[in-house]
């Protein structure tokens, strides 16, 4: 288990081998996070987003990093997403170039689906 810091300063432990996804927080999730971590449950921490992956990259050799709106890293479990898929057309002038699904949702990308598919099929085989 890794551990971070919950926004109101308690410890969120995290098992680095059940990560799907970590992200940036947005709006409206909580003031004092900084990051969102989807593990089976949803943890929101104070450490940096690219600081969480470091550490969870150390264990999770399938994690890899796609570029979502705003050009904002997302670094997600290669081996549980699924995809890529073609863009959502109404998505398409927001600068997306292909999509993902993970935890029932659709992530959008800014990579095409071949770098996408490219950059998932080598994680997946690490």
Same mark, same amino acid.
């Given at each position: ?12 432990? %995290? ?25 089976? %449950? ?9 600081? =969480? ?10 994690? =890899? ?10 670094? =997600? ?7 890529? $898929? ?7 002038? $927001?600068? $997306? ?7 029932? $949702? @659709?992530?959008?990308? =800014? ?5 996408? @598919? @490219? ?6 085989? @690490?």
């Amino acid at each position: 288990m890794l551990r971070f810091t919950a926004p109101d300063g308690s410890a969120a432990e %995290i098992d680095p081998l059940a990560v799907i996804r970590i992200r940036r927080t947005l709006q409206g999730e909580h003031a004092a996070a900084n990051c969102r971590i989807d593990w089976g %449950i949803m943890n929101l921490v104070t450490e940096a987003p690219n600081d =969480v992956a470091a550490k969870v990259g150390e264990t999770l050799t399938s994690l =890899v990093v796609v570029t979502g709106g705003g050009n904002t890293p997302i670094w =997600v479990n290669a081996k549980r997403v699924a995809g890529p $898929y073609p863009p959502i057309p109404s998505m398409a002038p $927001y600068g $997306y170039r292909s999509s993902i699904t993970l935890l029932g $949702y @659709r992530q959008h990308l =800014v990579e095409t689906q071949a770098d996408v @598919r @490219r950059l998932l099929e080598t994680a997946r085989n @690490r």
